[in-house]
Each structure stands twice: as structure tokens, then as C-alpha cells.
């Protein structure tokens, strides 16, 4: 008989959106706080069903093209978190943009099965029903905006672009099945276990699969549509983009590339090299020149993703769990220096230009201080998670023999530096343009703290969480 319950998460979720959508079509405006906390509620029964049914190893379904482990458990509890901190930082923003709207939750809610399926995928097929269930959910989340021209654009180029993507890495799947007559990962990694196994067709279909890979990551050079996606949607819109979507584009690589054709890596490894230098140069050279703090966020985004990659490109079980636990610590800074953006907004006001953040030590000490140190923990700076984050990937390669990947690390992230600290020297030098205070509600400030302090908490004792991505990943 069909086993369903390593899918229970994923089904409970299903129907959990179902709820959300059917209730949300009787409320009026002023009652859609019960929207929210239905959203929240569906968090909560997925989080517990998939701490319910924590596998202590792996529990396959659906004729072996689902599977439940403890990676993909863990993976999914760190993902219902970022989902809820959208749901937090994004309420009283929605209210005063008058976006507070069913259709934001519901979205994000299918953005998160997506996530959801992608992280339990174990066949080709699998994976690429919940890359399309998450990008389908983006697409129309930047559209939200109806009355903002640039997020029409915005999304007008994310949804051909990633049409574009789609479809090449759906051919690399279609190359990949008729050279090896299977879509399971189990399979694929057996075929190419065999000698002689990786051939000229094997090969393409593999570039394909890379490139499909890398734009899903943002990565250098198919990374144009990040800036344009993240300047052009609304905040919460790209809170949620530049968070949670990274634990689906590692889940990307993790299945395909080391479970499904790790005995490939010789051939995939300098494919992700050159990305992966490429990222981190253009990403933190790019940033530099920005003043818009979202596009900031961008070109950040993408040199971050030259470091994730850097696990991959390592090729050991170290190097995989390093991208892990880089991809977990970032998803904890993206939302909480987009939290900030949206802290710092009010009604009619947008604080997303650098400027926005002069002086603002004089105008609250306390969320100068936290944003200090999310901006520390993206530079890399000690004792925060950042910086282990990136010492444990730069470890990998060293490891590995890739001195040179290393060192063009440490140089290019000394580089990116230069635009964290700045908005650093902003807030404390710089006298206040704007001596409005700050209009947040009081749950909104403490769970942006949190956040903060989180970061300091993971960077002074990375251990735990370490010691968990090495467990699981085992």
C-alpha cells in the first residue's frame, strides 16, 4: 500500500492553503488579521508534522520519487521559521501599503510547498514539480503590486527569464533520462558509478542541468534578473524572495548534483568554480556602486551565493555540510536586514536608499545596534555567524586543495566589506536626515531583535547548528 506519511507535511500544507483560500474569500478588509493567523496556524500544524515524523533515516514513497530524511526535515523546520518571520515583518507593512490581501499569504504558503516538495524530491520529475510550484508562486508575488509599473516589469523579466531556465533544465532532465533510462537520484548515481559511464550526451545534459542550477541560485552570469526582482517588488515581496528560496536552490543542487550525479564531479566541479569566482567578484564589486539598499541586497545575494557554491565545489562531505549551514545562516541575515528595511518604513515612505539610514543611532540606538550587526554577520566580521559561515566554506576547499578558490574568497569578501560598513558609518557619523520615530508595533520589534541577536548567539556558539548539518548530512 501507498505510504503517505513521509509526504504528511506536505499534505497537511496542501490543505492547509485550501483553508486559507476558502476562508479568506468571506472575510471583508478589516477582518483579515484572521488570514494571517490562519497562515500562521498552517506554519505551525506543518511544523509539527514534521517534527512528529523526524525520521532517523530514509523513508522513500510514491514509488521512490519522494523521500523523507533527516536533512530534509530539518531543512524544512528552518524553512516554516524564515516563512514565519515573513508573516511577522510583513503585517503592519501590508496594512499601511493597503496590500494586507488573502492572496500575499496563500502565495507564499504555495512558495513554501514548493520548498517543501524540492527538499523530499528523490527523482528529476519530482524536483522540477516544486521548482515550478515555487517559481509560479514568485512570479505572481512580485506582481502583487497591481498599481507599481516597476513591479510589473519586474516581474514581466523574472517570469521570461525563468521561463527560459525552466526549460533548460528541463532538457538537461530529458538528455539525462534518455542517456540513463531513469529519473530516480538513486538510480542516476548508480549509472554513473559505472565505469565509463559519463559520455559526451551524459555530459550536456549535465550543462544544462548547471545552468538551470545557477539561475535558480542567482549565480554570475545568469543573475540578471536578482537586482531588477528585488528593487521592483515590494519589501515584504522580496523579504520572502531573498530568504526562504535559498534553502530550495541548495536543496537544488544538494539532489542533483551530489546525490544524483556526484560521481560526475570531476565534470560538474569547474562549471561551479567559474561561477563561483564570478559571483563573488561581481557581486561585491557591483554592490559597491549601489545606493538603493535593496539592489545592495542583490548584488550582496549573489556574491554570497559564490560561497555556498564553494562547498559544492569542494566536493566532500564537509564542503556539503558548509553550504548548508552557510545557506541557513544567510537565509537568518537576508530576513532580518529586510526586516529592518521594513522597520524603518512608514506610511508613504520607503527606506530602502542608504540615506534612509543616516544617523539613525540618534534616532534608536538599539536598532542602529541591531542592524550593526546584521551587517557585521554579512561582511563576515567575528564573533558573528557570517564569519564562521564563511571560514567553514573557505576550510572545505583548503581542504579539497583549492588554496586558490580560498584566497579569491578572503580577497573578494574583504572587498564586500566596504558596503556592509558603510551603511555602518551612516548610521553612526552621519547626521539623522529624518527625525520621524520609529511606528512599529511592539511584536514587530521584539522578533526583529531576536533576529538580530540570533545571528550573535549562532556566531558565538556555531557548534550546534553545525554539528546538526553534519548529523543530518551524515
Same mark, same amino acid.
Given at each position: ?6 509526504? *504528511?507535511?506536505?499534505?497537511?500544507? =496542501? #490543505? +492547509?492553503?485550501?483553508? $486559507?483560500? /476558502? &476562508?479568506?474569500? !468571506? ?43 533527516? *536533512?530534509?526535515?530539518?531543512?524544512? =523546520? #528552518? +524553512?516554516?521559521?524564515? $516563512?514565519? /518571520? &515573513?508573516?511577522? !515583518? ?385
Amino acid at each position: 500500500m501507498l505510504d503517505f506519511q513521509p509526504a *504528511a507535511a506536505e499534505i497537511f500544507m =496542501l #490543505f +492547509a492553503i485550501c483553508v $486559507v483560500l /476558502l &476562508v479568506d474569500v !468571506y472575510l471583508g478588509p478589516a477582518q483579515r488579521m484572521v488570514t494571517f493567523r490562519l497562515a500562521m496556524l498552517a506554519l505551525v500544524g506543518a511544523a509539527m508534522c514534521s517534527a512528529y515524523y523526524l525520521p532517523s533515516g530514509m523513508q522513500t514513497t510514491f514509488s521512490g520519487s519522494f523521500i523523507l530524511d533527516p *536533512a530534509s526535515a530539518v531543512l524544512k =523546520l #528552518f +524553512a516554516y521559521l524564515i $516563512v514565519a /518571520l &515573513v508573516f511577522m !515583518y510583513s503585517r503592519d507593512y501590508l496594512v499601511r501599503a493597503g496590500l494586507f490581501k488573502g492572496e500575499f499569504f496563500v502565495l507564499v504558503l504555495f512558495g513554501l510547498l514548493g520548498i517543501m516538495v524540492m527538499l523530499s524530491a528523490y527523482s528529476l520529475l519530482t524536483l522540477y514539480l516544486g521548482l515550478e510550484i515555487l517559481s509560479l508562486s514568485l512570479y505572481a508575488l512580485v506582481a502583487f503590486d497591481r498599481d507599481s509599473a516597476n513591479a510589473a516589469e519586474s516581474a514581466m523579466k523574472y517570469f521570461v527569464l525563468g521561463a527560459i531556465a525552466s526549460g533548460t533544465l528541463l532538457y538537461g532532465i530529458s538528455i539525462l533520462y534518455g542517456v540513463t533510462g531513469t529519473v530516480q537520484l538513486g538510480a542516476l548515481a548508480a549509472h554513473f558509478a559505472a565505469p565509463d559511464a559519463v559520455t559526451v550526451p551524459a555530459l550536456l545534459g549535465l550543462a544544462f542541468i548547471v545552468v538551470g542550477v545557477a539561475f535558480k541560485f542567482g549565480a554570475v552570469p545568469f543573475h540578471t534578473w536578482v537586482p531588477d526582482v528585488y528593487q521592483g517588488a515590494t519589501t515584504p515581496v522580496t523579504l520572502f524572495i531573498g530568504s526562504a528560496p535559498k534553502i530550495a536552490a541548495f536543496a537544488l543542487a544538494w539532489r542533483l548534483l551530489s546525490e544524483g550525479l556526484g560521481d560526475m564531479h570531476s565534470s560538474w566541479q569547474g562549471m561551479l568554480a567559474v561561477l563561483c569566482v564570478l559571483s563573488l567578484a561581481l557581486g561585491n564589486v557591483a554592490a559597491i556602486a549601489q545606493s538603493n539598499l535593496k539592489r545592495m541586497l542583490a548584488y550582496s545575494t549573489i556574491s554570497h551565493v559564490g560561497f555556498i557554491l564553494m562547498g559544492f565545489v569542494a566536493g566532500s562531505e564537509e564542503g556539503l555540510r558548509a553550504a548548508m549551514f552557510y545557506t541557513l545562516a544567510y537565509s537568518l541575515m537576508a530576513a532580518a536586514a529586510f526586516g529592518m528595511i521594513i522597520l524603518l518604513s512608514r506610511k508613504g515612505f520607503e527606506a530602502e536608499n542608504l540615506g534612509d539610514f543616516k544617523g539613525l543611532n540618534a534616532r534608536s540606538p538599539w536598532f542602529a545596534f541591531i542592524m550593526l550587526m546584521i551587517m557585521f554577520s554579512m561582511a563576515g566580521v567575528p564573533p558573528f555567524v557570517g564569519f564562521y559561515a564563511k571560514l567553514v566554506v573557505l576550510g572545505s576547499v583548503i581542504e579539497a586543495g583549492m588554496l586558490w578558490l580560498a584566497l579569491t574568497g578572503v580577497v573578494l569578501a574583504v572587498v564586500g566589506a566596504f558596503y556592509y560598513l558603510r551603511i555602518v558609518w551612516f548610521m553612526y557619523f552621519v547626521e539623522p536626515s529624518d527625525n520621524e520615530p520609529l511606528d512599529a508595533a511592539v511584536d514587530l520589534r521584539f522578533v526583529i531583535s531576536a533576529n538580530g541577536l540570533g545571528l550573535l548567539a549562532l556566531g558565538l556558539f556555531p557548534g550546534a547548528l553545525l554539528n546538526l548539518c553534519a548529523r543530518v548530512l551524515a
